[in-house]
């Protein structure tokens, strides 16, 4: 279970580096496996490349190799990713995850080509794809990524977010032997473990990085039957952490937890009252404090 970290921020709307760094010790003492800095969750639109690179560099040194870093690195300027692949610094960054261009919806053979100028620019790092099209605006198919991942063997994995478990599957049964597929959505990760896929990159992780870790890793042993009973108790939670955005209800969680401030920046806003409510009371079934 990999987490996309979140970005909290204080009420002045600053980035809060301690909340932050209680976040990342959080995780690293309740089993999460790796984490995800500047992805969708961490609001990276919003942040300055100021901000960026101290929170890269606070992960790296509060981590401290115990786990890997996932760094995401994407856009829909082919161009300045591969020139951010050739001049950057990536000590201490373990792999990039790279999503599909969004807003320019490019074709196919456009999404091929972007992926593939990324492959060639970084030869020391791998490349997780990152399909998301409620996003992006545009679906990279099946036979986009197998191609990507027969051509170029710095091309790892994929985190598929596309919600269509026919074309998740396709490339599961299609793919080369060491091509990992990862869930993009924590509500089916355990379905598509079963499929073949080998873990998540989790939202819901960053709450409960314990609990969904166990649930990963008793589905990959093959014990479904213990894996489907933490599933479904997260059913109702998977519901409401999207319903007002991410990361807006992951973030109402933690906040409730006193892991930091309930603070989005714009164009993002906090969850509704009542759908924070609705968070508080399964919260207290699920015997967690808040």
Same mark, same amino acid.
């Given at each position: 279970?990999?987490?996309?970290?979140?970005?909290?921020?204080?009420?002045?709307?600053?980035?809060?580096?301690?909340?932050?760094?209680?976040? $990342?010790? /959080?995780?690293?003492?309740?089993?999460?496996?790796? =984490?995800?800095?500047?992805?969708? *969750?961490?609001?990276?639109? @919003?942040?300055?490349?100021?901000?960026? !690179?101290?929170?890269?560099?606070?992960?790296?040194? !509060?981590?401290?190799?115990? $786990?890997?870093?996932?760094?995401?690195?994407?856009?829909?300027?082919?161009?300045?990713?591969?020139?951010? %692949?050739?001049?950057?610094?990536? @000590?201490?960054?373990?792999?990039?995850?790279?999503?599909?261009? /969004? /807003?320019?919806?490019?074709?196919?053979?456009?999404?091929?080509?972007?992926?593939?100028?990324?492959?060639?620019? *970084?030869?020391? =790092?791998?490349?997780?794809?990152?399909?998301?099209?409620?996003? *992006?605006?545009?679906?990279?198919?099946?036979?986009? *990524?197998?191609?990507?991942?027969?051509?170029?063997?710095?091309?790892? &994995? +994929?985190?598929?977010?596309?919600?269509?478990?026919?074309?998740? &599957?396709?490339?599961?049964?299609? !793919?080369?032997?060491?091509?990992?597929?990862?869930?993009?959505?924590?509500?089916?990760?355990?379905? %598509?473990?079963?499929?073949?896929?080998?873990?998540?990159?989790?939202? +819901? &992780?960053?709450?409960?990085?314990?609990?969904?870790?166990?649930?990963?890793?008793?589905?990959?042993? &093959?014990?479904?039957?213990?894996?489907?009973?933490?599933?479904?108790?997260?059913?109702?939670?998977?519901?409401?952490?999207?319903?007002?955005?991410?990361?807006?209800?992951?973030?109402?969680?933690?906040?409730?937890?006193? /892991?930091?401030?309930?603070?989005?920046?714009?164009?993002?806003?906090?969850?509704? $009252?009542?759908?924070?409510?609705?968070?508080?009371?399964?919260?207290?079934?699920?015997?967690?404090?808040?």
């Amino acid at each position: 279970m990999g987490v996309a970290l979140i970005t909290p921020f204080k009420s002045d709307g600053n980035v809060d580096y301690t909340a932050l760094s209680r976040v $990342i010790d /959080y995780q690293l003492q309740n089993g999460t496996d790796y =984490l995800v800095v500047l992805g969708t *969750t961490a609001e990276t639109p @919003t942040l300055t490349p100021g901000e960026q !690179k101290e929170i890269i560099q606070l992960v790296i040194n !509060k981590v401290n190799g115990q $786990i890997p870093i996932v760094l995401g690195l994407g856009g829909n300027n082919t161009r300045a990713i591969v020139e951010k %692949l050739k001049t950057d610094n990536f @000590t201490g960054i373990d792999a990039i995850l790279s999503v599909v261009p /969004y /807003y320019n919806k490019p074709s196919q053979e456009g999404i091929y080509q972007h992926y593939k100028a990324i492959a060639q620019a *970084t030869t020391s =790092l791998p490349v997780i794809l990152y399909n998301v099209p409620g996003r *992006t605006g545009v679906n990279m198919t099946a036979e986009t *990524t197998l191609r990507l991942a027969r051509e170029f063997d710095n091309i790892a &994995g +994929i985190k598929e977010a596309s919600g269509n478990m026919t074309q998740m &599957g396709e490339i599961i049964k299609n !793919k080369p032997r060491d091509f990992q597929v990862i869930s993009g959505d924590d509500g089916i990760t355990f379905p %598509l473990i079963t499929l073949g896929a080998v873990g998540v990159i989790s939202v +819901i &992780g960053n709450a409960f990085p314990k609990e969904f870790s166990r649930m990963v890793r008793l589905a990959l042993a &093959g014990d479904y039957a213990n894996a489907l009973t933490i599933h479904h108790r997260f059913t109702e939670l998977f519901e409401l952490l999207f319903v007002d955005g991410n990361p807006a209800g992951v973030k109402s969680m933690l906040n409730m937890m006193g /892991y930091i401030e309930n603070e989005l920046r714009l164009p993002l806003v906090p969850t509704r $009252i009542t759908t924070y409510e609705k968070i508080r009371e399964v919260l207290r079934e699920l015997n967690i404090k808040c």
